[in-house]
DNA sequence: ATAGGGTTAG
């Protein structure tokens, strides 16, 4: 710190003079390099420019130019070699370098081609530049054309060519430096054994990368963080908590790397909590780790605390990036959250962030899943540069708010701008056929998949047709496409099945469908609750009572279902005939009021659907107290005299009364409703919804 | 002068 001020003071005195000597500027800039003072180091070469009359010393300038390189600061790079007078490969390497680190690849090549002469300095700069900046393909080719050229790879180039293979998963490749490293006698050089461990480990050989791991006698930090992250990158988390023990009785203190590396291990065998205690023992958090925190408790399920972590994440004032925004917009979009959604598209505005690539997908994705999908729309048009991922979650934004058209043209036009759909894109394009009982469509859009786009179809768009077929009545035709499948129907495919045949009181069907589950996961209480909803429906009262006792002796848990609303900034979540909260009692005085007036205008409640065999008024009070219908009408308590739609959200799917009861709710008190359902949206407005009835 | 590890949207 103290050498540090000196510096300056220096800097500061010479500058005040209106002349010095080349050799005072020189002796400074060394120092500056040194210490790393680009801004010292600036000013002596604004200085020296004005106050200098003698040609500038070449070996002054290369010193400054390879201050620049090295913290990518390409514009002072570019300035300074327009005005050097002599450039030996030395100067240019560093050009070069500036370039690699600026991450614009155009320009990198560019410089390369230019150089009159190249090194094997000038070759690993480049090839490490484009296999760092995810070119690995080209960077193997520079690989192979530095070889014929001529050129010894040296240990620094095995090193990126090692990243490039690792990035292409070329395991070939791997193995062919390998090879080579081991006769140039490479393997006592710690650098070359990491990127070996990481190739492997990342090509899938994590047992092969956990041999070299061990023979690494001289192990660093880096060593330890590879053979980590591989394991988690093998789906091996527990490997990971025990290795990182190893590596503190080895003297290895764990640094940010390990930590962010050690959170997600934690939180991908389900031990978000355990994440969070060492998460908070450490001392030096970077905003990686953090991040990592956010998305360890996004994939744990646990929005919320992903959410108040964020929120302690600000008061400690760090700045969040673009994987911190992306994280927290799609825990928002989880949760439905459009308060916290807006705040933090907000935070990301003023961030500069809003129109980065990964922000703006989460964002797309975020005002979907809240129903507001012009919202989403305005997003994806202001993008400068869109990815598969963006289209993606534009079209299945369409699909699940019932915008079929919209989704149809948005297909047609990412088709025209030549980006590849991939399985996802189908999934929206198919499900949105199915939202829109589009049958024929579906079917063409279905047998595309492999004949026009060269994909194979996945299980999910086996699901959709299977669903399409089936609610058209063809469930032969649903039952042979399962026959035909290359691949092992899962629980999906069965549980589709199940339903449409539920439907159409197909009982063979739906029981052959039912045994299929029960096989692959008896524990799941769906089928069950899916076969005793069919027989209930058919009066089969006998069978109802069949399924439960099966489902009490093999202790099958039904999952409660539930809503939730959210008010201002807080969530309310509400349980079928919930009588928890707060104001139930004017809760319930105020739905009794609009079921009247709602039956006033023509409502019927549809007990048909009750599922147990009970007297009419016992139907009549537990299909009339829905969740839903208690969001609702806790939405109209608080903000009876809004405009703005009322948002709910639910966990499974909405039931035919509710959904009945909501089109009359949405004419009666002039407003529209949002739910938002496991499956897709309904938006009631005017006595109708989007779905078309049809969910 | 040039090399390695962590967060990543549908």
């Known amino acids: ?124 700069t480049i090839i490490a530049g484009l296999s760092g900046n995810s070119f690995p393909k080209e960077s193997l080719e520079l690989f192979r054309r530095m070889q014929r050229e001529g050129l010894e790879p040296t240990e620094y180039t095995n090193v990126s060519a090692l990243n490039a293979s690792a990035q292409l998963l070329d395991l070939r490749r791997g193995k ?110 970077d905003i990686v780790c953090w991040t990592a925190m956010l998305v360890g408790y996004a994939k744990s399920g646990r929005e919320e605390d992903a959410l108040l972590l964020f929120n302690e994440m600000l008061l400690e004032h760090f700045e969040p990036d673009s994987y911190t925004f992306s994280s927290v917009v799609s825990s928002c979009a989880k949760l439905a959250s459009l308060y916290h959604g807006q705040a933090i598209h907000g935070k990301s505005i003023l961030a500069g962030l809003d129109n980065n690539l990964l922000v703006s997908s989460a964002l797309i994705d975020m005002y979907s899943k809240c129903g507001l999908i012009d919202d989403a729309r305005s997003v994806f048009d202001v993008m ?13 934004g369409y699909a699940q708010n019932g915008r079929d058209k919209d989704m149809l043209e948005l297909f047609e036009n990412m088709l025209q701008e030549k980006f590849k759909p991939d399985n996802v894109t189908f999934v929206g394009v198919l499900s949105a056929c199915l939202h829109s009982n589009l049958i024929e469509q579906g079917q063409v859009f279905f047998d595309s998949i492999s004949n026009q786009h060269g994909l194979t179809p996945s299980l999910d768009h086996y699901a959709c047709m299977v669903n399409l077929l089936g609610r058209s009545g063809r469930i032969d035709q649903a039952v042979n496409l399962i026959k035909s499948m290359p691949h092992e129907p899962d629980f999906l495919i069965w549980s589709t099945l199940l339903s449409v045949s539920a439907t159409k009181g197909d009982v063979a069907r739906a029981e052959m469908a039912g045994r299929h589950l029960f096989e692959l996961d008896s524990t799941n209480a769906v089928p069950y609750i899916m076969l005793s909803n069919m027989y209930a429906s058919m009066g ?81 009070k537990s299909i009339c107290f829905h969740s839903e219908k208690l969001a609702l009408v806790f939405g109209l308590i608080k903000k009876g005299n809004g405009v703005s739609p009322i948002r709910i959200i639910k966990n499974i799917r909405i039931c035919s009364d509710c959904h009945e009861f909501m089109k009359f709710a949405s004419m009666s008190i002039r407003r529209q409703i949002i739910l938002r359902d496991s499956n897709r949206f309904h938006h009631f407005s005017n006595g109708k919804c989007s779905c078309k009835d049809n969910w």
Request: aromatic fraction near 10%; include cysteine; glycine fraction near 4%.
């Open 1 to 124: 710190m103290k050498a540090k001020s000196k510096l300056r003071q220096a800097v500061a005195l010479l500058c005040s003079r209106s002349t010095a000597t080349s050799e005072a500027y020189t002796q400074l800039v060394l120092e500056c390099v040194r210490a790393n003072e680009i801004d010292q180091a600036k000013r002596l070469q604004s200085h020296m420019e004005h106050h200098l009359f003698q040609p500038p010393d070449p070996f002054l300038h290369n010193q400054l130019l390879h201050l620049y390189a090295k913290f990518g600061k390409l514009r002072d790079a570019q300035n300074l070699f327009d005005k050097m007078l002599e450039r030996d490969v030395f100067s240019w390497n560093a050009l070069l370098s500036a370039y690699a680190k600026s991450g614009s690849i155009q320009d990198l090549r560019a410089t390369f081609d230019r150089m009159p002469y190249r090194d094997s300095v000038s070759y690993n």
């Open 176 to 285: 062919q430096i390998h090879g080579s490293v081991i006769v140039h006698n490479y393997l006592g050089n710690v650098f070359i054994c990491n990127a070996l461990t990481d190739m492997y480990a990342k090509c899938g050989e994590i047992e092969h990368a956990r041999w070299l791991f061990d023979r690494l006698t001289n192990k660093n930090l880096v060593s330890w963080n590879l053979m980590i992250s591989g394991y988690v990158k093998n789906g091996q988390p527990e490997k990971c908590i025990g290795l990182l023990h190893e590596m503190r009785l080895s003297g290895h203190m764990p640094d940010q790397v390990t930590l962010s590396t050690v959170i997600a291990a934690y939180c991908q065998c389900g031990r978000a909590d355990e994440a969070r205690r060492v998460f908070n023992e450490f001392k030096d958090k």
């Open 384 to 396: 400068p540069t869109r990815n598969v991922i963006t289209w993606n979650a534009m079209i299945v």
């Open 540 to 620: 089969r009262w006998k069978d109802v009572a069949a399924v439960r006792s099966v489902m009490k002796n093999k202790n099958v848990k039904k999952f409660a279902g539930y809503s939730w609303i959210e008010i201002d900034n807080e969530v309310h979540k509400f349980t079928s005939e919930d009588r928890t909260h707060p104001e139930t009692e004017q809760i319930y005085e105020e739905l009794k009021i609009l079921i009247r007036k709602l039956e006033e205008q023509g409502f019927r409640p549809n007990t048909n659907l009750v599922l147990h065999d009970v007297g009419e008024e016992e139907k009549l």
